[in-house]
């Protein structure tokens, strides 16, 4: 059994910043991709920010500049750290880990969703 646990959300001011946290808890044998995603009120879940075991990153275009992904392996954890925030930034945002339970075998597993809220 593998969960991921995220924290950090809240309402913020535009131009402030909040950092989001998951942590990846269970059996867990290793982590591949981790990464951030949102889903704004009447819109698809779309793809924030990911970063691979190694530290390779990617970012969503309308994040780059603003937004720093980064993860502890020793912790099974990653962060979003988001600065300049726009009220476009406001949505529920789910963690999102490639996780092998054994050698051989491995899923993808989403967290429950913080809610971020930016006000203009």
């Known amino acids: 059994q593998v969960q991921l646990v995220e924290s950090g959300g809240g309402l913020v001011q535009a131009g402030g910043s909040l950092r989001l946290s998951c942590a990846a808890s269970g059996s867990i044998f290793s982590i591949n991709v981790m990464g951030w995603y949102r889903q704004a009120p009447g819109k698809q879940r779309e793809l924030v920010s990911t970063?691979?075991?190694?530290?390779?990153?990617n970012y969503a275009d309308s994040v780059k500049g603003r937004f720093t992904i980064s993860r502890d392996n020793a912790k099974n954890t990653v962060y979003l750290q988001m600065d300049s925030l726009k009220p476009e930034d406001t949505a529920v945002y789910y963690c999102?880990?490639?996780?092998?339970?054994?050698?051989?075998?491995?899923?993808?597993?989403w967290g429950q969703g913080t809610r971020v809220t930016v006000s203009s």
């Open positions: 970063i691979t075991r190694g530290g390779s990153t």
């Open positions: 999102n880990a490639h996780i092998y339970t054994n050698p051989l075998v491995a899923y993808n597993y």
